[in-house]
């Protein structure tokens, strides 16, 4: 059984950073790109950020919206994916979720999600 | 980038069809195969029940069907079932930044 388990959510103050880790279970990690999405409360779902796997070079990109602020990580040793957070916003506040993607020759998004941790980001 | 459209509301009886909309423009779901809709419960992670337009993953109920024409993707529930009731968000890769843009949600009311 696929699992994704994400931690480090918490409460930090504007302009502080936070490290967010998903731990991944039930599905051979290295193979599979993975992706943060994040949704503030009572809002929709926004993307933040891919990293795709070792064959494609772990490369990375982001949204604009957090661009040059967040770097998306992952140790396929550890079978973990992270998203450092610096700079942080109070619009940054929202749950993060990680997903595996890149099924669909690489182009699909969220076929299996974890339950998501919360950041707040707040004085 | 902007936000793909969806309408806010949309309520069905149980065992009658009902069909979600998601506008977007040439630059997202217009130029794209790769258009999914996610099922997300109150207080859960989202859940994807359409990839590619018109795929359902393994384990996702045939009432469950996608399709798309032009800049605009639809999904369509048939059969409406209690547990249907949710919130139903389209997304489409872009090709550009950002990579995948969401749609604003649909809260579906059985």
């Known amino acids: 059984e696929v699992q994704l388990v994400e931690s480090g959510g918490g409460l930090v103050q504007p302009g502080g950073s936070l490290r967010l880790s998903c731990a991944a279970s039930g599905f051979t990690f290295s193979e599979y790109y993975m992706d943060w999405v994040r949704q503030a409360s009572g809002k929709g779902l926004e993307w933040v950020g891919r990293?795709?796997?070792?064959?494609?070079?772990?490369?990375?990109?982001?949204a604009t919206s957090v661009e040059g602020r967040f770097t998306i990580s992952r140790d396929d040793s550890k079978k973990s994916l992270y998203l450092q957070m610096n700079s942080l916003k109070t619009e940054d506040t929202a749950v993060y979720y990680c997903?595996?993607?890149?099924?669909?020759?690489?182009f699909g998004l969220g076929d299996h999600w974890g339950q998501g941790t919360l950041v707040t980001v707040s004085s | 980038q902007s936000a793909l459209t969806q309408p806010a509301s949309v309520s069905g009886s149980p065992g009658q069809s009902i069909t979600i909309s998601c506008t977007g423009t040439?630059?997202?779901?217009?130029?794209?195969?790769?258009v999914s809709w996610y099922q997300q419960h109150p207080g859960k992670a989202p859940r994807l029940i359409i990839y590619d337009v018109i795929n359902r993953p393994s384990g996702v109920s045939n009432r469950f069907s996608g399709s798309k024409s032009g800049n605009t993707a639809s999904l369509t529930i048939s059969g409406l079932q209690a547990e249907d009731e949710a919130d139903y968000y389209c997304?489409?890769?872009?090709?550009?930044?950002?990579?995948?843009?969401f749609g604003t949600g649909t809260k579906v009311t059985v």
């Open positions: 990293i795709r796997n070792e064959v494609n070079s772990y490369s990375t990109e982001y």
């Open positions: 997304c489409s890769y872009t090709r550009k930044s950002p990579l995948y843009v």
């Open positions: 040439s630059s997202d779901i217009g130029g794209s195969n790769y």
């Open positions: 997903s595996r993607g890149g099924f669909s020759y690489g």
